[in-house]
């Protein structure tokens, strides 16, 4: 019999950090059902919410990210929050006697890490992006394995310890079986209409949303139903453009609960190009739009972009064009069935299956050693 497994797991701050860590530990779960998982988050960040909602524990601290211009006094506190998350960590993991600390990126990840490796527990980071965050940087040379979307990461990472993995999705969305027509008509679609998803990131997209909210006309005439995601902050405002333009196809709304059956229903997506949106995208075999963010670290939302439309698996539209040409090149795209299919074979090459095992078995073997 094995003795008891016990693992942390750390990071967090966005959905693009959040549902990767659940992935891999309902993966280290289906394949050591006793294990005892504990997961480290920021106080009052989306993690918090979202894990317990997973059905996992998770203690919050008090770490938040530095605040610019770097010489802001303010940072003072942030520095003095880091050191008592680092304390409050090392009293968790003395608790708590874990065989193997994970981290995903996000602010809870640094201490719980450099705590972890400090104490002589054995590290594994998950790093999903492009360009590698600050976070998983710091901690690259602590971590004995270091688990990876891209090609090229020896940039940011000592290069024997990186495995290629591909990013975890959320398992609800490969289960989903759903015929187009099925799942438009579990959403309250048409059946025969072509269909647009629209999804700007867990907390919304400024940029697209204006875009669509420019569009409407466009759509309505073009005979094109919008599943629209606007976020919560820019719900309020969505809908009442959508309402004042007597829309009838474009259904604004700020969250969608059942993604998979949004995925299903579309024809193409429109997206911001966050790591986890991408790999969703290359696993579902959907065409897309993707419009980067340009508010993130390195510009590390151009660079997952790219590294799809330099393949002719997704098209890029710029967030600086997207108010002008976005709409236009939707509409283009919806009537070009021929592109479609070229882009969902395009970007289907490019998807990494079973990465939440193939993590998970990496922090077994960790644990065993």
Known sequence: MDKELRIIVSGGGTGGHIFPAVSIANAIKAMRPDAKILFVGAKGRMEMERVPAAGYEIVGLPVRGLIRPLWSLKNIGVMMDFIKSRSQVKKIIRDFHPDVAVGVGGYASAPTLNAAYSMGIPCLIQEQNSYAGVTNKSLAKKAEKICVAYDGMERFFPADRIIKTGNPVRQALLDNNMTKAEARQAMGLEADHPTILVIGGSLGARTINDSIAGGIEKFEKAGIQVVWQTGKYYSEECQRIAKEKNAKLVKPQAFISDMATAYRA?????????????????????????????????????????????????????????????????IALVADKEKIASIEKEVYKLAYHNSAEVIAEEVLKLAKK
Request: net charge negative; with cysteine.
């Open 266 to 330: 579309a024809d193409i997506v429109i997206s911001r190009a966050g790591a986890s949106s991408i790999s969703e995208l290359c696993l579902l075999s959907k065409a897309s739009i993707l419009v980067p963010s340009p508010n993130v670290a390195e510009d590390h939302q151009t660079k997952n972009a790219r590294a799809l439309s330099d393949k002719s698996a997704a098209i890029f539209v710029a967030d600086k064009d997207s108010r002008a040409v976005l709409v236009d090149e939707a």
